[in-house]
């Protein structure tokens, strides 16, 4: 071992923490080596390099290369300074490097981080495939990794990913549209639900609808308007689960601050009755209106809708001076109760001198809850909740539902949900999933015992900077404090710059593929741990496919070749030019049968009166 050997390239020249300025030697004639048959390049952006220390070998990977890289004390080479490769002397003020280490191995035992550092003078070496084996020897043989591709520039060589860093430490997955997210979550997904994590549970958020085409029936997908196959189920949100200011604002929205107060005694109050019927009934003393407990809101509405209409026999108003209504109405078809017309002049019958004046926002909300797209939430199935406050099912039955059923994934298509309330609805369906596993945390289905992975596609649009939504809250308490509770978080999102830096700061790993826009670059920089923000540098130049993983999803800093997925997302790109080259025009009927579908808010071409609605066309 020495200077002799064919890969050796310099000497240390610096050292600042696990930063160190190499100078090249400088009788290199050409970047490219040839060592037992195979070739290297010197100076490659992210390419590993060796320190031997006696017994122990340092690793590191480049980020920097040439005159910049140099020390502060080394004065620069003069502008006017030719790069003849046949001067060697001519050369000397731009050879120099920037490695960062990132781990040592003794023997064949390779360790992240590092227990000492180099000096000035030691001996920097190229890395080989022998190398190479065993820096990522660490996951052969090992449990709780799955294989996303290969090693880019190291034929081979398996690309392996820590579950646990996976799940416990949190992640985010960055890259511009068309740089291969989708295709790296489906690869991700399919290999934790291959049989190897037979327990394995993952949750994913779903605006687009592309992942259920992926995992088969390896996941069971929910949406609000499941198609017949077995594995989709309905989406339901029972409205009860949202906190109380998410469903005023979502129902009523919006009212003074005296008046949210009254509303929220009511509901309290319902909520308090509806309580006593439950099969374990919480002491009254818990229940507060944010509580996740069932009540009528076609009778909140009924009572509220009431007291607006309610006229009195005499001035004074008291409860026994009000007319009985002509009308009785019905809470649970919405019809309001009938009064006699309030008088005009100061005779009976007198108007409510305590109305709330909430006309306009009761018509809004009776609008809402007799509006279809919102019958996920208003009418969801077995957890409706009648006029009297019985409910069929409650939220244990729910959350089994989505989580606690044999298959290890459960995706939920949002895709059909109205835009304006999205990120209420996702904020609410985590907050249940995770409450209940927090306070189950020591029990056998709890998140400690049996963690759980939630995958947001399109982060950007749940945990945007600066945001208050449910969906914020929620998700900054997850990379918070899920980790100690057993759930994982992983962020995926093509705009990390519009991403709260909480909440991506918390993300022990990144992996970053192509990304083009400078402040999506600027931002992922400084999320980049272990002083490898230079390899950020690499995003804009990433081929389809590839991207730089770094943290605890895998030890050592490196740029992976992900594998195609064996069923491609519904995402992935249309096929062209075979589109506008082979495939016949459609005819022009089916734009009828779109219109249909349009207009019946479905994506089903298996819905039989759309069928029906396009032959009586044809």
Not at 485 to 501: A, F, K
């Amino acid at each position: 071992m020495g200077i002799s050997e064919p890969t050796y390239i310099g000497q240390v020249g610096s050292v600042s923490g696990s930063v160190v300025r190499v100078r090249l030697r400088d009788d290199l004639r050409s970047t490219l080596v040839m060592i037992a048959g195979e070739s290297y390049r010197i100076g490659q952006i992210g390419g590993f390099l060796r320190v031997p220390l006696g017994y122990t070998h340092l690793y590191a990977v480049c980020t920097q290369i040439g005159a910049d890289a140099a020390p502060g004390g080394v004065p620069e080479p003069p502008l006017n300074t030719p790069l003849d490769l046949d001067g060697a002397s001519q050369l000397s003020g731009f050879r120099w490097m920037t490695i960062v280490l990132f781990g040592e191995a003794m023997g064949k035992r390779f360790e992240r981080g590092v227990g000492q550092y180099p000096t000035v003078g030691d001996e920097v070496h190229l890395v080989t495939k022998d190398d190479l084996e065993v820096i990522y020897g660490w996951s052969q043989g090992k449990k709780g990794t799955i294989s996303v591709g290969q090693i880019a520039g190291a034929s081979g060589i398996s690309a392996d990913v820590s579950i646990p860093g996976l799940v416990s430490r949190h992640s985010a997955i960055v890259g511009s549209t068309g740089s291969g997210k989708s295709n790296l979550v489906a690869v991700l997904l399919e290999a934790a639900s291959s049989g190897s994590f037979p327990n394995a549970r993952i949750v994913v958020i779903d605006p687009h609808g592309e992942y259920a085409s992926a995992l088969g029936d390896r996941a069971y997908v929910f949406r609000v308007r499941p198609d017949t196959a077995a594995s989709e189920k309905h989406l339901y949100v029972p409205y009860w689960a949202l906190p109380f200011s998410e469903l005023i604002e979502l129902t009523l929205g919006g009212v003074q601050p005296n008046h949210e107060a009254a509303i929220r005694d009511l509901v309290l109050d319902m909520k308090v009755a509806s309580a006593k019927l439950l099969p374990n009934p919480p002491p009254p003393e818990t229940l507060t209106a944010d509580s996740p407990v069932p009540f009528s809101i076609r009778q909140l509405w009924f009572d509220l809708d009431r007291f607006e209409r309610l006229t009195f026999k005499t001035n004074s108003q008291l409860p026994a001076d009000a007319y009985e209504p002509d009308d009785a109405g019905n809470a649970q078809l919405l019809q309001s109760a009938k009064f006699p017309a309030a008088s005009a002049y100061n005779t009976a019958p007198y108007k409510n001198g305590k109305k709330r004046n909430l006309e306009r926002q009761l018509d809004f909300m009776r609008i809402r809850l007799r509006d279809g797209r919102f019958s996920f939430l208003f009418e969801p199935g077995d957890y409706a909740v009648a006029t009297t406050g019985e409910v069929n099912k409650d939220l244990d039955s729910l959350v089994r539902e989505w989580i606690g059923h044999e298959r290890p994934v459960s995706v939920f298509d949002v895709s059909e949900l109205p835009s304006e309330v999205l990120p209420t609805i996702v904020g609410t369906m985590l907050r249940v999933v995770y409450d209940l596993l927090f306070w189950a945390q020591d029990l056998a289905m709890g998140g400690r015992q049996q963690p759980l992975l939630i995958v947001i596609d399109e982060a950007h649009r749940f945990v945007p900077e600066g945001s208050g939504s449910a969906a914020h809250r929620t998700l900054s308490t997850i990379a918070k404090e899920g980790r100690k509770y057993g759930t994982g978080l992983m962020l995926v999102t093509q705009r990390p710059s519009e991403v709260d830096s909480a909440v991506l700061s918390q993300c022990g790993s990144l992996i970053a593929l192509r990304l083009t826009n400078a402040s999506d670059r600027s931002k992922v920089g400084a999320a980049v741990p272990d002083d490898l923000g230079g390899l950020v540098d690499q995003l804009s130049s990433l081929r389809t496919g590839e991207g730089i993983f770094v943290g605890e999803v895998m030890p050592i800093p490196s740029r992976v070749r992900v594998r195609k997925a064996m069923h491609k997302p519904m995402g992935d790109d249309p096929k062209l030019p075979e589109a506008w080259q082979v495939v016949p025009r459609p005819e022009g009927k089916l734009y009828t049968k779109a219109l249909s579908m349009w207009r019946r808010q479905t994506t089903s071409t298996e819905d039989e009166a759309t069928k029906a609605e396009g032959d009586s066309d044809a």
